[in-house]
């Protein structure tokens, strides 16, 4: 009996407190109400933000928006992943991306582009004195980043490394186009791209690791000067007679067009030291006569100078030699022509 009453005593006290919280629950009903409202739309707010997409085709790190502080202890793959309200992915490609050299509407799949390269190219084979000749290239290569990189690829570039990539690359073109002779970048345009994609593939470093793959590049354009380019037009666009057979593609004949290709290239180095040289002395010339000019007006004030005595200035009331002598004659003869006294007669 004693263990019933006290069971029945509990839930009676049970009772009581559910509905003294019940009647509480009423009495502030409106401000319940409102609290509740407040925090679920803060939940529909926030919840949200909360989650951040990967697209297949991107890798990246976790960043807190509030302390700045990057995850690198994790790289993320594709995916919706729940990071907070103050975190956020900082996104790298995962796919094939194409950086490019040259004109941006002829290569309209570039994600980025920049100008064309300025480089010089080797020697011509007729000898070491006839230098290289300036050349343009228009590239574009396709790269890839590797994942277990990407925590290297930030420390070292943060998110600009496409920047560095274009710079490291194209300071390896310049480089390798100085092996090449002008004549190459046309006979030999494969063997000149191959070159380029295995400097430029071994490039792309990060703390001395290598953070990317470049699998293709293309050599999209070369372009020489104006005026080289004209001589070796007209040198090769050669009209034949219809009576006349072509030529055959032997090896003597290839050497023979290689010798007077190289020929031509020496023909027109020639020409724009000759060009440089009429020029130095059209301006010694010009320097000559101005140093000839500057002597005679020299000449002229002193030639004025000395005609002109500046000690007459200096004394301006003194006489010469002449004019006192020329006084005292006059004095001279008025004295000895003056009349004499009449004496008086006594």
């Given amino acids: 009996m004693a263990t019933l009453e006290i069971g029945r005593a509990d839930s009676d006290a049970d009772v009581g407190s559910g509905a003294k919280l019940g009647k509480l629950c009423y009495e502030y009903r409106k401000g319940i ?13 926030i919840l949200p933000m909360s989650f951040d997409v990967i697209e297949p085709t991107q890798y990246a790190l976790l960043k807190n928006s509030f302390t700045g502080v990057v995850d690198l202890s994790t790289v993320y793959g594709m995916g919706r992943h729940f990071v907070g309200p103050a975190q956020y992915f900082i996104k790298f490609p995962s796919n094939y991306v194409t950086l490019a050299y040259g004109n941006s509407t002829a ?43 990407i925590t290297a690829l930030y420390q070292t570039f943060g998110e600009a490394y496409e920047e560095s990539f274009l710079r490291f690359a194209q300071q390896e073109v310049t480089s390798i186009s100085q092996q090449f002779t002008p004549s190459q970048f046309w006979i030999d ?57 072509l030529p055959l593609l032997t090896a003597t004949s290839s050497s023979l067009r290689l010798c007077t290709y190289e020929q031509t290239i020496t023909n027109i ?38 005609s002109f005595d500046p000690s007459r200035l200096s004394h301006p009331f003194s006489i010469s030699r002449h004019t006192l002598s020329f006084f005292v004659f006059l004095f001279t003869r008025s004295t000895s022509c003056s009349p004499r006294p009449m004496r008086r007669s006594s």
Avoid at 34 to 41: G, V
Avoid at 113 to 139: C, F, H, K, M, Y
Avoid at 216 to 242: A, C, D, K, M, W
Wanted: proline letters at 3%; hydrophobic letters at 30%; one cysteine or more.
């Fill in 107 to 149: 290569c309209e799949t570039c994600d980025h582009v920049w100008n064309e390269i300025r480089a010089r190219s080797g020697a011509a084979e007729t000898g070491e004195s006839s230098g290289g000749q300036p050349v343009t290239l228009s590239i574009s290569f396709q790269y890839q980043l590797k994942k277990d990189k």
């Fill in 189 to 245: 345009r494969r063997v000149v791209e191959r070159a380029f994609l295995t400097a430029v593939n071994g490039s792309l470093l990060a703390q001395g690791i290598k953070v990317a793959d470049v699998p293709t590049l293309q050599l999209r354009g070369v372009s020489f000067q104006s005026t080289y380019e004209q001589v070796i037009n007209g040198s090769t666009h050669t009209t034949h007679s219809p009576l006349t057979p």
């Fill in 269 to 306: 180095q020639l020409q724009d030291q000759l060009r440089f040289t009429k020029g130095f002395q059209m301006e010694v010339t010009r320097v000559n006569k101005q140093v000839s000019e500057s002597r005679q007006q020299q000449q002229q004030q002193q030639h004025t100078t000395l």
């Fill in 33 to 45: 109400s409102c609290c509740c409202c407040f925090f679920l739309i803060v939940l529909i707010i």
